[in-house]
């Protein structure tokens, strides 16, 4: 047994070490692609959350909204009116981390005493506007619900003097708005539990006076309905309830403007600690209310588990692998086999070469023998026809003879003999098809249709045929052979016609690629379904008229021609009736 030489051994490593750089390159693909999968689907999430946020808020201002709309709608909100009005939203169940509900006064420094005075007949004797102090103004709280012992502590604080809250509130005043504040700790906080909050405020106007302008709203302000948000509560209700995002290790930071800082921390979420590795992270600004808040999402896994599925990726890796080890094997056989395939061949060439020198031989004699015979079998054809022509015009010229047998035999010997001259030239294309008689060129076929039209024209005439064609590409092929394939199709046509309908024949050409395929069609006879293959053979006619000079080898020169050029032709029905022949010829430069 022999093995491959070195160059074929090196050719195998090189497509081994090729293969598995491919499986390589295409697991790290997929990876990308897993990874890009969980990437889009962690931007969902981030998504989902930022709306989540924005629609509950957005909630939170149509509730404070309401509560400004009732002051509007009412002369007097009484403390057991507003109580009524919280209670009926039932938000304490339906929107978690909303604190409270509640209603701040604004107080002219004038009518502070009075103010104090009249909350103590309303049974607060120990009230007080706080924190106490002389101020250019003072704010209340007044109204807050649920009024419970924690949101007590609020009860009579002027959120007005707080730095943070005033800021809010004034803004609120001024551009008619619900505003959120910065971060604050809420009075409502107790030792434990402690979390950062902000507060929302919506504005509320007396009665009756015009607030187009910012000095107008100022001087016209009456308080503001607001809520107290504790942000750790709002935000585990907003991403509890995602089931997408709740428990698939996704964490949530959220600062208080655009700074990410520890003292502007707003929300932790349960997030990644020590044990875990980040994997996708996203930070975004979000305009909230007047305010700017940062998102900092973040996508983690624990260490010791696997949260991105790479299993297709380890699939592809291991197939890719195990099927390079199996291609570089089975080639190295292929290579062992080849070279004794080789030897095999070589020594069969060697014998085919001789037998196609034969071949060649036979071929170009055989040629030769069919120019030899046809020439030799064409010439006393020629001859009978010449004869039966001059005898035809010397019975003419005798006296007295009008023998219409005689006649009749001398036109049959003269059909026979144009029959027999019709049948050796067709047998002489038919033996030649394949062999091109000119240089195999880009010919134009508007040129050679014009010759052949040129040709049939007296027939043309004789029988009002109307021939038209489309577009005609250029085909590549030898001149004379194209001649002989639209000479066929077009006798074809003009005799096999219906004799009392008018002949329509059109040909017209459409590129196919790295070929032009041809229809010649007609209205004529039309050729059944059953005999559309057996008129390819030689010597098969439908018809058989001793009158008639068709051979019955035309349709077999035009596929033995175009079976040369490994092309082909076929017959269909034309619409309306007749045939349509189908053949492609190589496309033109």
């Keep these: 047994m022999k ?11 090189w497509i081994l070490l090729f293969t598995l750089l491919l499986t390589v390159f295409l697991g790290y693909r997929l990876k990308l692609n897993v990874e890009n999968v969980a990437q889009r689907e962690f931007e969902r999430h981030c998504d989902e959350i930022k709306l989540r946020i924005e629609t509950r808020l957005a909630t939170h201002k149509q509730i404070l ?73 003072y704010t209340s709280i007044i109204y807050i619900e649920p009024f419970t012992t924690r949101n007590q502590r609020a009860f ?7 730095p943070i809250r005033n800021i809010a509130m004034r803004q609120a005043v001024d551009n008619n708005d619900a505003y959120l504040s910065g971060k604050v700790t809420l009075l409502q906080e107790t030792n434990t539990d402690i979390q950062a909050g902000t507060l929302m405020y919506v504005p509320v106007y007396q009665k009756n006076k015009p607030i187009e302008t ?3 709203r100022r001087s016209a302000i009456f308080g503001w309905v607001y809520t107290p948000f504790r942000m750790t509560d709002l935000l585990n209700n907003i991403i509890s309830n995602s089931a997408d995002i709740n428990g698939s290790n996704f964490n949530l930071r959220v600062y208080d ?43 983690y896994e624990r260490i010791g588990t696997i949260f991105i599925d790479y299993n297709k990726v380890w699939i592809v890796l291991s197939s890719g692998t195990i099927i390079s080890f199996l291609l570089f094997f089975l080639l190295r056989s292929y290579s062992t086999v080849k070279l004794q395939a080789a030897e095999m061949a070589f020594e069969l060439t060697m014998q085919l070469r001789e037998s196609e020198k034969k071949l060649t031989i036979i071929n170009a004699d055989l040629l030769q023998f069919t120019n030899v015979a046809a020439h030799h079998l064409q010439e006393p054809t ?30 049959f010997i003269e059909q026979s003999a144009i029959r027999q001259r019709a049948l050796v030239s067709d047998i002489q294309l038919y033996l030649a098809a394949t062999q091109p008689r000119a ?111 068709s051979t019955g080898i035309g349709l077999a020169i035009v596929q033995r021609i175009l079976e040369s050029f490994d092309s082909s032709v076929f017959l269909k029905e034309t619409t309306g009736g007749g045939t349509t022949v189908v053949f492609d010829l190589p496309a033109g430069i």
């Design 439 to 549: 240089a195999i060129e880009s010919v134009p076929v508007i040129d050679i249709l014009t010759k052949v039209l040129e040709h049939f024209a007296p027939l043309i005439q004789e029988t009002h045929a109307h021939i038209e064609w489309g577009e005609l590409p250029m085909v590549t092929i030898d001149r004379p052979r194209l001649y002989d394939i639209f000479n066929i199709l077009l006798d074809n046509a003009l005799h096999y016609r219906q004799l009392n309908h008018i002949l329509n024949i059109r040909i017209y050409g459409e590129p196919k690629g790295k070929y032009v395929r041809y229809y010649v069609a007609d209205n004529g006879i039309g050729i059944p379904a059953e005999y559309r293959k057996r008129v390819f053979l030689v010597f098969e006619r439908l018809q058989v008229n001793d009158d008639q000079e």
């Design 257 to 299: 403007g655009t700074e990410i800082r520890p003292e502007n921390l707003l929300y932790q979420g349960d997030g990644n600690d020590a044990n875990t590795k980040s994997l996708f992270n996203s930070i975004i600004q979000v305009p909230f209310y007047g305010r700017i808040w940062t998102l900092h999402m973040e996508k």
């Design 156 to 162: 009579g604080y002027d959120m007005y003097s707080e």
């Design 382 to 411: 020629r001859r009978i026809v010449s004869f039966v022509q001059r005898l035809k015009d010397a019975l003419k010229n005798l006296p007295n003879c009008h023998d219409e047998d005689v006649i009749i035999a001398l036109q």
């Design 214 to 216: 910012i000095e107008q």
């Design 65 to 137: 909204l309401g509560g400004a709309a009732l002051f509007d709608a009412s002369q007097e909100v009484s403390r057991e009116e507003w109580r009524i009005y919280v209670h009926r939203l039932s938000f304490d169940q339906h929107f978690n981390g909303i604190q409270a509900l509640g209603f701040s006064l604004w107080i002219p420094p004038e009518k502070l005493k009075a103010h104090e005075a009249q909350l103590h007949k309303n049974g607060f004797p120990d009230y007080r506007v706080k924190p106490e102090g002389q101020r250019d103004t």
């Design 3 to 13: 093995f491959p030489n070195n160059r074929e051994m090196l050719l195998t490593w």
